[in-house]
């Protein structure tokens, strides 16, 4: 590379970039994506007719508002939302990367993530399902698996696949009983739990494709940092008859929710939810073959309804974002140090009753 390359790639940050990926064993497709994205946000600035600033600036200088008003631009060119998503993860980690390198002062895009985020929750085309609703919905649901299945969605907010990822060690009832000792009395909780009172671990790490604890993962969680989330009385009534009636598995990770059919004994996979949700969502008249996320209810909707309904109730989003596992670093910190004294009382005299 001659001298004026290098020199070029010195002033263009997008250049430094993208030379950054190929160290790192980006491939060109993905590289490609990349400067796509981060060009087309390039001519953005630099129109002064388009972004707030109302002068030509370059991307080292964007600022919060920049960013949002760009991404305001890309809802109006009726891009769909999965690909707004991907544009604003793209220059998201672009200027994480070259904030943490030290080549800009701060990322821009920190906070509109976390809007995003708030925005999607609060999508006002979803259906929208009262509490009473929600209630009769799952008073009609009478299998076991499925009953405890959308129980432990709708009062904990999981992901599908972190639910699906949950053994029983990560499982502990208000006597500090484990709830393998119900099941399996070999395993013992997560020293985590210790003290805790009857809650969950959502743990971080696992990924589709990995062996944990002895069993390789067909789904993976997204969590940032690993959770401890409540459990409450009804919750535990839930799990202690789901225990009382679970089938054996031959898993050395001793999967929590497991299959009653087909499968028989074999750890949940991502698509049995799914089908269990849309079966009795169907009945329900809240799924259709060819529906939209705006009409059909589906297992990330639970986390919708908790997410809107808690932070309703509690005026506190910190305290939401953590039981969601969306922030990290000292936040999550904070909240795991107050654990006993904040998350738990704030959580036990907000949650919805669905009995």
């Given at each position: 590379m001659n001298s004026e390359a290098t020199d070029l790639q010195r002033e263009d940050p997008v250049s430094y970039f993208l030379e950054d990926m190929t160290y790192h064993g980006k491939s060109d497709r993905t590289r490609a994506a990349y400067e796509r994205v981060l060009r087309r946000f390039e001519a953005f600035l630099s129109d002064p007719a388009q972004n707030p600033s109302n002068a030509s600036i370059s991307i080292g200088d964007a600022s919060y508002r920049d960013c949002m008003a760009w991404i305001h631009t890309l809802r109006r060119s009726e891009m769909a939302d999965s690909t707004i998503a991907t544009y604003a993860s793209y220059l998201h980690r672009f200027y994480a990367y070259l904030t943490q390198v030290g080549r800009f002062e701060s990322n821009p895009m920190t906070l509109v993530m976390e809007e995003m985020d708030e925005a999607i929750d609060t999508n006002p085309s979803r259906r929208e399902i009262s509490l009473s609703a929600m209630q009769s919905f799952l008073h009609d649901v009478h299998h076991p698996l499925d009953h405890a299945v959308i129980c432990t969605l709708l009062k904990t907010g999981m992901r599908v696949g972190e639910l699906c990822n949950l053994d029983l060690r990560d499982v502990v009832l208000t006597d500090q009983t484990p709830i393998s000792n119900l099941t399996d009395g070999d395993i013992s909780p997560r020293t985590q739990l210790d003290g805790r009172g009857s809650s969950i671990y959502v743990?971080?790490?696992?990924?589709?494709?990995?062996?944990?604890?002895?069993?390789?993962?067909?789904?993976?969680?997204?969590?940032?940092?690993?959770?401890?989330?409540?459990?409450?009385?009804?919750?535990?009534?839930?799990?202690?008859?789901?225990?009382?009636?679970?089938?054996?598995?031959?898993?050395?990770?001793?999967?929590?929710?497991?299959?009653?059919?087909?499968?028989?004994?074999?750890?949940?996979?991502?698509?049995?939810?799914?089908?269990?949700?849309?079966?009795?969502?169907?009945?329900?008249?809240?799924?259709?073959?060819?529906?939209?996320?705006?009409?059909?209810?589906?297992?990330?909707?639970?986390?919708?309804?908790?997410?809107?309904?808690l932070r309703d109730r509690t005026g506190d989003r910190g305290i939401v974002k953590y039981l969601r596992g969306d922030v990290g670093g000292d936040i999550i910190d904070t909240y795991t140090h107050n654990w006993g004294d904040r998350v738990r009382e704030t959580y036990e005299a907000n949650i919805y009753s669905l009995y």
């Open positions: 743990a971080a790490e696992p990924t589709a494709g990995e062996v944990v604890a002895g069993e390789e993962r067909s789904a993976s969680n997204k969590r940032k940092r690993s959770t401890i989330v409540p459990v409450d009385e009804e919750l535990e009534t839930v799990l202690c008859r789901w225990a009382a009636v679970r089938p054996a598995t031959r898993s050395p990770a001793a999967p929590l929710f497991v299959s009653t059919s087909g499968s028989w004994g074999e750890r949940l996979t991502p698509d049995m939810v799914h089908h269990i949700v849309e079966r009795h969502a169907s009945d329900a008249g809240w799924h259709r073959s060819g529906g939209g996320a705006d009409e059909n209810v589906t297992p990330h909707y639970f986390r919708h309804f908790f997410t809107t309904h």
